[in-house]
């Protein structure tokens, strides 16, 4: 069976190694070189910790105050788009408690699974990816803060992540003894694991070329021809290609693409931005996120750091707003004040369009109008680290297999 994967990021990439693993011919379309995704600058989180999604109560009223912050972590673009207009009333309507409260269990399943791959995966001959599973820390800097996380401890022990612990200041300096941190403590989750996102990748597309999948560099698909609810060809800026199958996982452009399906999801772009030191003695010991500024900050090595953070829900044309650096900047020295780092020349830095799903889940699965399409997008901040994962569920939504985990919260059509 020919399946065409749409999308080649981590999920495409990830989708592509099970169904060759299975034995189908796979052909992978991307509009860039393959070495540019969303899935290259993010933070290499693989945590299931981050059970709660982007749509919570307080986030519209917090993002409301944000936008007058030209350096704040939560941004919307104010515009008149009907695709933002459907994205935030749907967005507005999935950030209550009992949402939130529904969305953890799904999410917490897909990233146990995600990090059982990884794990696996980790093993494999030439698959080096600097795969560490060393725990997150989410330090706090104000007692708000802190009882936040106190919750969030009672959450993560009844959803059975029970190597979860706060750990006061005396005890985070003990975990961080090289740098001072200016905190007051921080929630550890011993559960998360992180990698190289630029390894993995590198080393999963080799993998695949090497195993005989098709890679087509620089081309868009223009279009599907269809019979009855069966696609046939996929139509692409370099040519056309015969399918039995068709996975969709093209991230933050999959609502303008399936849009010419007839198939509508709310989803828009959430633009992150990160920067990398490759050769700085940073001397920490552990990826962590700073709770109040909303950084993400990941050790590689002992001298490759990565600083991450920003949701900026816009276009695709929008140009990049060198401003959040300058946030992320801030935040990280608030929270370590003798590290090193300053705001570096735009040339330096990057930045992409994370997928963003109205309630915060990705969209799995497949759809009643077209039989043999699978649709794997919306995965927002978390798509490395769902992507082995959702790779796998995508595998067994094609076979018609039972799927590791329920599927249902991953509907494409719950809206």
């Not at 529904?102 to 600097?130: C, G, H, M, N, V």
């Not at 650096?325 to 930045?351: H, R, S």
Request: proline content about 6%; some cysteine.
């Amino acid at each position: 069976m020919h399946v065409v994967i749409i999308g080649g990021g981590i999920v495409g990439l990830s989708s592509a190694y099970y169904l060759k693993k299975a034995g189908h011919t796979v052909t992978i379309i991307d509009q860039t070189d393959f070495s540019s995704s969303c899935s290259y600058g993010n933070a290499g989180y693989i945590c299931p910790s981050h059970f709660i999604p982007l749509a919570t109560p307080g986030i519209v009223k917090q993002g409301l105050r944000w936008m007058l912050d030209s350096q704040s972590p939560f941004y919307v673009q104010p515009r008149l788009d009907w695709s933002l207009l459907h994205w935030g009333w749907h967005f507005m309507r999935a950030a209550t408690a009992k949402r939130a409260e529904d969305a953890a269990i799904p999410l917490r399943d897909i990233s146990l699974l995600s990090r059982q791959e990884y794990a696996t995966w980790s093993k494999l001959p030439a698959f080096d990816f600097l795969y560490q599973q060393k725990g997150l820390l989410e330090i706090f800097q104000t007692e708000e803060k802190a009882m936040h996380a106190h919750h969030t401890l009672e959450k993560a022990h009844e959803l059975g992540l029970h190597d979860t612990r706060i750990i006061d200041q005396t005890a985070l300096a003990a975990l961080e003894p090289n740098l001072p941190i200016n905190a007051i403590g921080a929630l550890y989750f011993g559960c998360d694991a992180h990698c190289s996102p630029n390894q993995l990748m590198l080393r999963l597309i080799a993998h695949l070329q090497g195993e005989g999948v098709q890679l087509i560099p620089k081309a868009s698909v223009t279009n599907f021809i269809r019979e009855g609810k069966v696609i046939k060809k996929v139509v692409h800026t370099g040519g056309e290609l015969t399918v039995d199958q068709v996975v969709v996982a093209t991230g933050s452009w999959s609502r303008q693409l399936l849009s010419t399906l007839r198939i509508s999801i709310p989803m828009m772009p959430g633009r992150g931005y990160s920067v990398t030191l490759e050769d700085h003695a940073h001397g920490l010991n552990y990826p962590a996120i700073l709770v109040e500024g909303r950084v993400a900050v990941t050790p590689f090595t002992d001298t490759a750091i990565r600083f991450g953070g920003t949701m900026e829900i816009t276009s695709h044309q929008t140009p990049p707003r060198m401003n959040r650096v300058a946030g992320i900047v801030k935040a990280v020295k608030q929270f370590y004040p003798t590290l090193q780092l300053e705001t570096p020349p735009t040339d330096k830095v990057w930045y992409g369009y994370r997928p963003c799903s109205a309630d915060g889940l990705p969209y799995i699965g497949r759809v009643p109008s077209i039989s043999n399409l699978t649709i794997a997008t919306g995965h927002a901040m978390l798509g490395l680290s769902l992507g082995a994962g959702t790779g796998k569920l995508v595998r067994e939504i094609v076979d018609g297999l039972p799927p590791s985990i329920d599927l249902k919260p991953f509907s494409v059509d719950r809206f």
